[in-house]
DNA sequence: ACAATATCCCAGTGCGGAGACGGGGTTTTG
DNA sequence: CAAAACCCCGTCTCCGCACTGGGATATTGT
């Protein structure tokens, strides 16, 4: 039904997480797969989507990683999503062949709900997530803890 | 990201397509093939959905069809889509693995929206879906036209 | 009774895309 | 200069969706 892929759920956990794990230094992929239990030669192909969607920066080099490109506030779940499905392209044949009955009413209809999710969407901020995932009590930096055991 | 498959779109310009030319007679599927452009065989699938979700009732032999199993006004569009999208089976594994902030934030966040979608989509009746056909001017039986030319 | 017509049922096939893998290239730090 | 990270691109492998096929069952008309 709301059909968001695997890579668009990663793509949302990373940036939440580079957000919400914020310190002076950027974020490595390898510290988001070993936080989700993904392949990083995958999560490196999602994070290169979003660095050339202006959601994410690339800092190369030891110590290098991921920040965020803009402020918090300034990046939605919209754009994510979004960014996350470029390059898995529609043929511009949209589905059906298309009787009347469908091009007249049920492709409205569709369009007008598709409209709602995205502005739906499109009004949720990543500083908004960070602020809830604050308030309901999610640990930050998992990985800071774990650098001490031995 | 909203995503209907073909076969979600086929089921409602089906029942659609039954609700609006309705006649004492059933409708038969090669009807509605000829009405938009799909293999009569494919077809008949979707149809056999819809008959097992008790939104259609089959009527065998010559002369049959299919007509509404209950009053337009009782079936939703929501009704539809969940007839056509069972047996297109969800391994119980949704998506990812899912870190902390996965299942804390983006979860709910999705959970909540699809809910939006799903009540959204059983607020629109096909009574709903006839009435603005005619509205805005579909016409009707445009097979009863064809029967007369030769 | 029998043939024709249409729905029912239970599969099998083929293509395309998402997920994942691997080989390298480029930039930066020490 | 070597190590550590990001960058880039081609390829492979499953799996779901659209589609097809062979019959079984019910109903009608003659």
Redesign the interface.
């Given at each position: 039904?709301?059909?968001?892929s695997?890579k668009t759920?990663?793509a949302?956990?990373a940036v939440?997480?580079i957000a919400?794990n914020a310190r002076p230094e950027p974020v490595q992929a390898k510290e988001i797969t070993a936080?989700?239990?993904?392949p990083q030669r995958y999560l490196e192909q999602v994070m290169q989507q979003l660095v050339r969607a202006g959601i994410l920066k690339g800092v190369r080099g030891p110590r290098g990683g991921y920040r965020l490109a803009k402020e918090r506030r300034r990046i939605s779940?919209g754009d994510i999503?979004r960014a996350a499905?470029t390059g898995e392209e529609e043929n511009g044949e949209d589905?059906?062949?298309?009787?009347?009955?469908?091009v007249?009413?049920?492709n409205p209809?569709?369009q007008s709900?598709?409209g709602?999710?995205?502005s739906?969407?499109d009004s949720?901020t990543v500083e908004d997530?960070c602020r809830?995932?604050r308030a309901?009590g999610?640990?930050a930096g998992?990985r800071t803890s774990a650098d001490f055991t031995i």
């Open positions: 039904m709301l059909k968001l695997r759920l990663l949302l956990e939440i997480d919400f936080r989700q239990g993904v779940v999503v499905e589905g059906a062949p298309r009787s009347e009955l469908g007249r009413i049920i209809i569709i709900l598709q709602e999710i995205i739906k969407l949720i997530l809830q995932a309901s999610v640990h998992e």
